[in-house]
């Protein structure tokens, strides 16, 4: 909890700053792990994107009913591709298919060895990715031909040791021609190699992780305008759009993933969060559900929960609101995110009452918990109402007889009151309080303790403010020293 505390409280302003400007708060992480989508699927939940939700378009997107489709066939890429060449691939292909990667790897390597083939290139790439057991940052690979029983991925995580090849799929395309002139199918392969790289190296590879997500992004755009993907290049296609806040593009990418696999979690979920960004709110519904009901434990649905109950708050829909919030309080019992979903909702369409109601159940189970503070307080600032945060705290901090609870809440209370601080008056209040609030906390945590420092940096900055007031208040017309043009509050 001290750790918690120090995270939260080590700068003046953290528990505003971190919601400001945002409609979602941090707690909604707070179910033990990230949702299945982004987690285990590393499907697309960019933070920044979801806070920027548009009006509703005036039509209906065509997502409305998808009908399932098939997988593509992977030779079916290779269409273009002269007799030999294809010939080549579809043994190696077959080869692959009865676990006998290394084999299929050296086929093409024989069939092609002056590397001056693209399609036989695409197709020795997607089985670097496949059927590699070891890896040297994509630079080289190593495999084998499997024995009975065996799979890829269980001799990934053994010891044992194989001769790497040395094989650089961009190096090897470069000579090839312009990338207008390639085959599609190797545009859409290395935007898989590429988008494997940065989950597999990121922060390590050849170039930064940036340049790698615009190479991988440009390859699968090609690709896409071509007609060639498949299940994963279409979800990574689509994640990389949403990073870049292109929610709009996505959603065809993620739709077609439904259509592959329409009860694939990440990409139901992502789905329907294109939807919600767009501010297609009712059609995300119907795909929010599909996702709650394909995401496998409760602990990785919470995100779909949240999302989708403020969307049918957002329009109107308090029925289905409520089985969303009722899901989650089934969903998550004894875990503090439920109720702050329910005062999250309630302040952001004024409803009053009830954002009390669920602040004051939180104050009263969690009220030692200054992450859980954090994100009522945060709420209620970054809504505009910041008088109802004061009063919430204040009632509670009375109401309470637990030092640690009166402490937690006495400090956001100190931290706000100097946040609006309009004068010497107003930071002296905030001192009063926050004079109070290390009192309470004295009875509890040992002399030393780092909540401790925590305040102190809170004293300091206050004395830094107090000490830029009176500088600007004797040098009239002049800003104080450190300070620029006036800011505006969060």
Same mark, same amino acid.
């Given at each position: 909890?001290?750790?918690?505390?120090?995270?939260?409280?080590?700068?003046?302003?953290?528990?505003?700053?971190?919601?400001?400007?945002?409609?979602?708060?941090?707690?909604?992480?707070?179910?033990?792990?990230?949702?299945?989508?982004?987690?285990?699927?590393?499907?697309?939940?960019?933070?920044?994107?979801?806070?920027?939700?548009?009006?509703?378009?005036?039509?209906?997107?065509?997502?409305?009913?998808?009908?399932?489709?098939?997988?593509?066939?992977?030779?079916?890429?290779?269409?273009?591709?002269?007799?030999?060449?294809?010939?080549a691939v579809k043994k190696a292909y077959e080869l692959a298919e009865a676990g006998k990667w290394k084999s299929a790897f050296d086929?093409?390597?024989?069939?092609?060895?002056?590397?001056?083939?693209?399609?036989?290139?695409?197709?020795?790439?997607?089985?670097?990715?496949?059927?590699?057991?070891?890896?040297?940052?994509?630079?080289?690979?190593?495999?084998?031909?499997?024995?009975?029983?065996?799979?890829?991925?269980?001799?990934?995580?053994?010891?044992?040791?194989?001769?790497?090849?040395?094989?650089?799929?961009?190096?090897?395309?470069?000579?090839?021609?312009?990338?207008?002139?390639?085959?599609?199918?190797?545009?859409?392969?290395?935007?898989?190699?590429?988008?494997?790289?940065?989950?597999?190296?990121?922060?390590?590879?050849?170039?930064?992780?940036?340049?790698?997500?615009?190479?991988?992004?440009?390859?699968?755009?090609?690709?896409?305008?071509?007609?060639?993907?498949?299940?994963?290049?279409?979800?990574?296609?689509?994640?990389?759009?949403?990073?870049?806040?292109?929610?709009?593009?996505?959603?065809?990418?993620?739709?077609?993933?439904?259509?592959?696999?329409?009860?694939?979690?990440?990409?139901?979920?992502?789905?329907?969060?294109?939807?919600?960004?767009?501010?297609?709110?009712?059609?995300?519904?119907?795909?929010?559900?599909?996702?709650?009901?394909?995401?496998?434990?409760?602990?990785?649905?919470?995100?779909?929960?949240?999302?989708?109950?403020?969307?049918?708050?957002?329009?109107?829909?308090?029925?289905?609101?409520?089985?969303?919030?009722?899901?989650?309080?089934?969903?998550?019992?004894?875990?503090?995110?439920?109720?702050?979903?329910?005062?999250?909702?309630?302040?952001?369409?004024? *409803? =009053?009452?009830? #954002?009390? $109601? %669920? /602040?004051? &159940?939180? !104050?009263? @189970?969690?009220? +030692?918990?200054?992450?859980?503070?954090?994100?009522?307080?945060?709420?209620?600032?970054?809504?505009?109402?910041?008088?109802?945060?004061?009063?919430?705290?204040?009632?509670?901090?009375?109401?309470?007889?637990?030092?640690?609870?009166?402490?937690?809440?006495?400090?956001?209370?100190?931290?706000?009151?100097?946040?609006?601080?309009?004068?010497?008056?107003?930071?002296?209040?905030?001192?009063?309080?926050?004079?109070?609030?290390?009192?309470?906390?004295?009875?509890?945590?040992?002399?030393?303790?780092?909540?401790?420092?925590?305040?102190?940096?809170?004293?300091?900055?206050? *004395? =830094?403010?107090? #000490?830029? $007031? %009176? /500088?600007? &208040?004797? !040098?009239? @017309?002049?800003? +104080?020293?450190?300070?620029?043009?006036?800011?505006?509050?969060?």
């Open positions: 909890m001290k750790r918690a505390f120090a995270a939260a409280a080590a700068v003046i302003v953290l528990f505003l700053s971190g919601c400001a400007g945002s409609a979602t708060p941090p707690v909604q992480a707070a179910p033990a792990q990230a949702p299945a989508a982004t987690a285990a699927t590393a499907a697309a939940q960019p933070a920044a994107a979801a806070a920027a939700i548009a009006p509703a378009p005036a039509t209906p997107a065509a997502t409305a009913a998808i009908a399932p489709l098939p997988a593509p066939d992977p030779l079916s890429f290779f269409a273009g591709a002269p007799p030999a060449s294809r010939d086929s093409l390597k024989a069939f092609d060895p002056k590397k001056a083939d693209p399609w036989v290139l695409a197709a020795m790439t997607r089985l670097a990715l496949d059927g590699s057991v070891r890896t040297d940052l994509h630079q080289s690979f190593g495999f084998v031909d499997l024995e009975a029983g065996q799979t890829v991925d269980e001799l990934r995580d053994t010891d044992l040791e194989i001769v790497l090849q040395p094989f650089d799929p961009p190096s090897l395309a470069e000579p090839l021609g312009v990338e207008a002139a390639l085959p599609p199918i190797l545009s859409k392969v290395l935007g898989d190699y590429f988008y494997d790289a940065q989950q597999r190296f990121a922060g390590e590879w050849i170039i930064a992780d940036e340049e790698i997500k615009a190479l991988s992004l440009a390859n699968y755009e090609r690709a896409w305008a071509a007609g060639v993907y498949d299940q994963g290049s279409v979800q990574n296609h689509g994640e990389l759009l949403m990073a870049q806040q292109r929610a709009a593009e996505a959603e065809p990418l993620f739709a077609k993933a439904v259509q592959f696999d329409p009860e694939n979690p990440a990409a139901l979920y992502n789905l329907a969060l294109s939807l919600l960004i767009e501010g297609k709110r009712a059609e995300c519904l119907d795909i929010f559900d599909r996702a709650i009901a394909a995401i496998p434990s409760p602990e990785s649905r919470f995100d779909a929960i949240a999302l989708a109950a403020r969307a049918a708050a957002d329009l109107g829909d308090a029925v289905r609101g409520e089985q969303y919030l009722a899901r989650a309080d089934r969903d998550y019992p004894g875990n503090p995110s439920p109720l702050l979903l329910r005062h999250l909702v309630a302040v952001q369409h004024g *409803a =009053a009452d009830a #954002a009390d $109601a %669920a /602040a004051d &159940a939180l !104050a009263a @189970g969690y009220g +030692a918990n200054p992450e859980v503070i954090r994100n009522i307080v945060s709420a209620w600032y970054s809504a505009g109402q910041a008088a109802a945060a004061r009063a919430f705290l204040e009632r509670n901090a009375a109401a309470a007889s637990d030092d640690a609870v009166i402490g937690t809440l006495l400090f956001y209370d100190a931290i706000l009151m100097l946040e609006l601080a309009e004068d010497a008056a107003g930071r002296a209040a905030a001192s009063t309080v926050l004079d109070r609030a290390e009192a309470s906390m004295q009875k509890v945590f040992a002399p030393g303790d780092e909540v401790f420092g925590v305040i102190a940096q809170v004293r300091a900055q206050m *004395a =830094a403010a107090e #000490a830029e $007031a %009176a /500088a600007a &208040a004797g !040098a009239p @017309g002049q800003a +104080a020293p450190g300070q620029g043009a006036p800011q505006p509050k969060p």
